[in-house]
């Protein structure tokens, strides 16, 4: 056996140690009560302001993924680092860029994990119910959905989406959290914008209890509802 392949041996047999460790890792976690915290807030930053990009293998596989993230508020940072630490025991690198931070790691175990729930495009995502099983649970997707997609307005709490089945799956969400919305479409002039789907928090009442339930973790957009409110 030449060096070469020797060392491919090698480096092979270590990332499959690797990663049998995060499998047993994650399999740990997920028997313990902030498992389901930590991994609904996470699949709403992504389905947010996220993506996750898979290599496939020629067998279908998984091959090297991507996970990104890209919050507009430094707030966001530690919970979607704190997550992904508590779960898949990688710690993502963070860069500025212009108006927004880029938040990048590379992890099979992670992607594998966070796709088993469903597609997390823009135009694929959906709230996963199954994992919603508490109020508290309910909360935090929400809250964590609102901080990349929500906008505070003078009158209203607004969020957009070119994913209509996505958005009535959180207008039925909010719903059941007795929270009063209604959801408007959008055609936009040029056809080749597709059409925008709206949904939109209007009374004074209503936007008082998001605030109270649900609330931002967003720095700016928790100020400004306050504000308004006050």
Known sequence: MDRCENNR??????????????????????????????FVRLLAYIAGDGSITVNRKKNKEFGHVEIRFYPDDPA?????????????RRTPSVKLEHNHYRIHVSSQVAGTHLLSYGILTS??????????????????????????EGYVGVNCIRAESVNEKGLDDVQKLLRDCG?????????????????????NIGTAPARKQFLEQIG???????????SQLS
């Open 76 to 88: 966001l940072i530690p919970l979607f680092i704190t997550s992904f630490q508590y779960l898949y």
């Open 216 to 226: 931002f973790s967003h720095t700016s957009k928790n100020n400004t509802l306050r």
């Open 123 to 148: 135009t694929g995502w959906r709230v996963p119910f199954s994992l919603l099983t508490s109020p508290k649970l309910k909360q935090e997707w929400l809250r964590a959905f609102f901080d990349c």
């Open 9 to 38: 041996k090698v480096a092979l047999s270590r990332w499959r140690n690797v990663r049998q460790r995060d499998e047993a890792h994650l399999l740990t976690r997920s028997i313990e009560p902030e498992y389901l915290m930590h």
């Open 179 to 199: 929270i009063v919305c209604r959801r408007y479409v959008y055609v936009r002039k040029n056809k080749n914008w597709g059409v925008n789907y709206i949904l």
